[in-house]
């Protein structure tokens, strides 16, 4: 799963550059900066060679996990030198895009003068995770500009580190923000404490289809921060350190029994021992669901299950093993405006998060946030995670989700098949459960079958991809985590020993379905789930501008006129070479590629910012870069199907992929050599 992640990473910060390298370069060729051009051109070879190493850990022996250790880390080596040099990319483009024409006026005198945004976090090595940089705001204004590359508007929790809890928050039109500052926390080894001089800073954005915008802090506030800091609930604080620590925070215990945390919307109700989701109430609808959390792992059968094979041991006593059995968890629980969340810790083992928010925007309003961090390639201590096995070997882990949902005695679910469209998939006992399981790239889900009287759909959306099976009635389970010591004898010659520390991201979505709805009719995410597996594969781009006086940048650069259908995903969009220096020039030549999800709409739900659902671009939608001409041609775009009149007159069919060929407005010289 760290590769796959390191993967969709690198997939998601390189879509971004090439978006904002497209604008950034056709707009620096029709103002006629040249110093820019320059500057632009030279990135451009990192541009393809991060398409290169994204492309190369397609291989079946990559994104499968199935090569040796040594093989992975050169693939990975590749990527994390791509996905910091997209990173850079985007950065130098955001700034030039926003950059006010004054500071574009200067250009010449400034030698560094597209390195001023910064991304908000640091990541060494490939090897770790990224940690966030704490911002400082005690004197002066900072700038955090973000960046939304999909082709709808979103509200997108955002998440940074400050350094005071006294300020404000405003955004682009200068109106105050609503936010929520928890605690940090340290791990002394004795119990965990709360950092004094680090915040953890939640908002909602509320952000434009493909738009650049300005959030400013402005250090110093009256108001109060009563009003805006979590309440902190635990049953794990180390004994404090010093006689003058004070932390802000009003902590208390977590008490016994059941724990419940509510929004307007939803009620989610927790098992007080463990910490595991019980049970959701839609409390609109008056609707409960039971769901059921459960961590577990199948033992493997020694040299059956490795790197290619997942096999389960037949003689094993128990099929699964109930890994977190004696475990003391550590439970904490922060409530605020913004978000109330439930983490518990398991360990160094396991930490699992559930979240939901106080918004009143859909899909967020109903949708619930799952995340995993796991590390099964860690220390190991008996003591924290009794149930282990010695050094987790010989361990699948997965995380299952119980639910009262007829899905059939013969189970059925649906997964997706790259990310594209849903398969019905329908249980065979014979096979055993390691038949059964089956790839998703981004979603999965159960629901009550035709007859029930008032059905539901459990939608699980993920950031990577994954194993996912339904085994039993009512059951929907996902791999997390596998480490075997032996070799299955497929030709890798070791066993799976290389985990590291990883985090999973997830969304559960609990729907309404339209009763006697057709079992044979084509199985598709609701309009919800797409938004919310978008926001997850794609998320919002965070920079910091450094050493850059506010009124330096614009508030906003929006890259389309009006948001695009919600049907219609940008997949992506690319300027291409010049074919006499493939890989190194850039031509005045884009592709743009649109993909309709075509959403299901027997789903009792709604997209607060969904644009209608249309098959083409509705009329007046431009592009804010000038276009010369626009065709239509196939995904690669080396064939021509004739000329296309306008955005709004290109239509995408149900379920595919359309492209367009645009051919950029830029200087004469500029053209001709393109």
């Known amino acids: 799963p760290y590769w796959k992640l390191l993967e969709r990473q690198l997939q998601a910060v390189l879509r971004s550059a090439e978006i904002l390298y497209t604008w950034g370069w056709a707009k620096s060729n029709q103002m006629g900066n040249t110093k820019v051009l320059q500057f632009l051109e030279k990135d451009y070879e990192k541009l393809v060679k991060a398409r290169e190493n994204l492309a190369l850990f397609q291989h079946h022996d990559g994104i499968t996990g199935t090569s040796k250790a040594h093989v992975m880390h050169d693939y990975a080596m590749k990527m994390f030198e791509s996905y910091h040099d997209s990173i850079t990319i985007s950065a130098h483009c955001s700034q030039y895009l926003l950059m006010t024409p004054g500071m574009l006026g200067s250009l010449n005198r400034d030698q560094t003068f597209l390195d001023h945004l910064q991304p908000d976090f640091e990541r060494p090595t490939y090897e770790k995770l990224p940690s966030k940089i704490p911002i400082s705001i005690e004197k002066e204004l900072r700038l955090i500009v973000l960046f939304n590359s999909l082709a709808q508007q979103r509200y997108e929790l955002v998440k940074i580190l400050v350094t005071a809890s006294s300020f404000r928050l405003t955004d682009e039109h200068g109106h105050d923000i609503p936010f929520q500052i928890n605690p940090v926390w340290n791990d002394t080894g004795n119990g965990l404490m709360i950092v004094q001089n680090q915040f953890e800073v939640f908002f909602i954005a509320d952000i434009p289809a493909l738009s650049l915008v300005t959030y400013t802090l402005h250090p110093g506030s009256k108001a109060s921060i009563n009003d805006r800091k979590a309440i902190v609930y635990s049953n794990y604080y180390a004994p404090a350190p010093t006689k003058g620590y004070n932390p802000m925070f009003d902590t208390k215990d977590v008490l016994p029994g059941d724990i419940q945390i509510d929004s307007d919307t939803l009620k989610l109700l927790f098992d007080g021992t463990t910490g595991m989701l019980r049970s959701v109430t839609n409390k609109k609808s008056g609707k409960v669901t039971q769901t059921s959390f459960k961590f577990a792992s199948y033992p493997s059968a020694q040299f059956k299950s490795g790197a290619y094979l997942f096999k389960p041991d037949p003689n094993a006593r128990e099929p699964e093993e109930d890994i977190l059995a004696g475990a003391k968890p550590r439970i904490f629980i922060h409530s605020g405006p913004v978000v109330s969340e439930l983490t518990v810790m398991f360990g160094s083992v396991l930490m699992h998060t559930t979240r939901i928010f106080h918004v009143s925007q859909e899909p967020l309003e109903s949708a619930i946030y799952v995340e995993n961090t796991f590390n099964l390639g860690g220390h190991y201590n008996s003591t924290e995670t009794p149930g282990f096995p010695p050094n987790y070997r010989e361990t699948e882990m997965f995380m299952r989700i119980s639910t009262d949902i007829d899905n059939g005695i013969n189970p059925v679910f649906y997964t997706d098949q790259s990310g594209l469209h849903m398969q019905k998939r329908v249980k065979v006992e014979e096979i055993g459960i390691q038949g059964n399981y089956f790839p998703i790239t981004s979603a999965t889900y159960i629901e009550d079958s035709v007859t029930t009287e008032d059905p539901r759909r459990l939608t699980l959306l993920t950031d990577h991809g994954q194993g996912a099976a339904s085994w039993q009635q009512g059951w929907l389970e996902i791999m997390l985590e596998r480490r075997t010591y032996y070799d299955d004898a497929r030709g890798m010659g070791e066993g799976i020993t290389d985990q590291k520390r990883t985090i999973g991201r997830h969304w559960l979505l609990i729907e309404s379905l339209s009763a006697g709805k057709e079992s044979n009719s084509v199985a598709r995410l609701s309009a919800a ?98 276009v010369n001409k626009l065709q239509k041609t196939d995904l690669t775009g080396t064939t021509s199907e004739g000329k296309v009149a306008s955005l709004s007159s290109f239509s995408v069919p149900h379920h595919q992929i359309g492209t367009l060929l645009l051919t950029l407005e830029g200087s004469s010289q500029t053209n001709k050599e393109s």
């Open 529 to 626: 789930a797409h938004q919310l597996s978008n926001a997850l594969n794609y998320p919002i781009d965070l920079f910091v501008a450094e050493d850059l006086e506010s009124d330096k940048l614009e508030a906003t650069a929006h890259l389309i006129s009006r948001p695009l259908p919600c049907t219609l995903h940008l997949l992506g969009m690319k300027i291409l070479p010049v074919p006499q220096y493939p890989g190194l020039v850039p031509s005045f030549i884009a592709l743009m590629h649109l993909h309709n999800q075509s959403p299901e709409c027997s789903l009792h739900g709604t997209v607060h910012s969904c644009s209608g659902f249309k098959d083409s671009p509705t009329k007046d939608t431009q592009l804010t870069i000038k």
